[in-house]
């Protein structure tokens, strides 16, 4: 079973990553970018044949590693 | 008008980050995690109300600066 786990900075969280690609993008000639903000994606391949339990263990692995949940949030897509 | 764009690692193309998540999650006492890839994600704001002129200004953001298309694939989603 596969699932995909994204982590992004919660509203409010400054992402000095997000700004510097912005400036980056602007400098390049890219336009239209009114804000960039970057996060992390985590493709997960799972040997539970079983939705639930994937999704109790990728929310483990979210909470102890995967994520900073003091100012990140996930979200977890089983596939 | 927002989108995600997606970066992932392409195929066969070493992945040691993810390598170390799945090293660290088994010793955390987390089981069944089979495979781990680690990719980017970023959240951008567009400027353009239109759909096929944001995707064009997505398509060289990716191509320019957020992905290396030798070791990188990129999928680009508007919301």
Redesign the interface.
């Known amino acids: 079973m596969k699932a995909r786990v ?1 982590v ?1 900075l919660k509203t409010g969280v400054l992402d000095p990553q ?1 700004k510097a ?1 912005e400036g ?2 602007a400098s ?1 000639g ?19 044949p079983d939705a639930d ?2 999704r109790e ?1 990728l929310k ?2 979210c909470e ?3 994520a900073n949940t003091v100012i990140e949030n996930y979200t977890i897509d089983i596939a």
């Open positions: 994204v992004t997000g690609i980056a993008l390049l890219i336009a239209g970018v009114g804000g960039v903000r970057q996060g992390k994606v985590f493709d997960i391949e799972l040997a539970q339990a994937a263990t483990a692995a102890k590693l995967l």
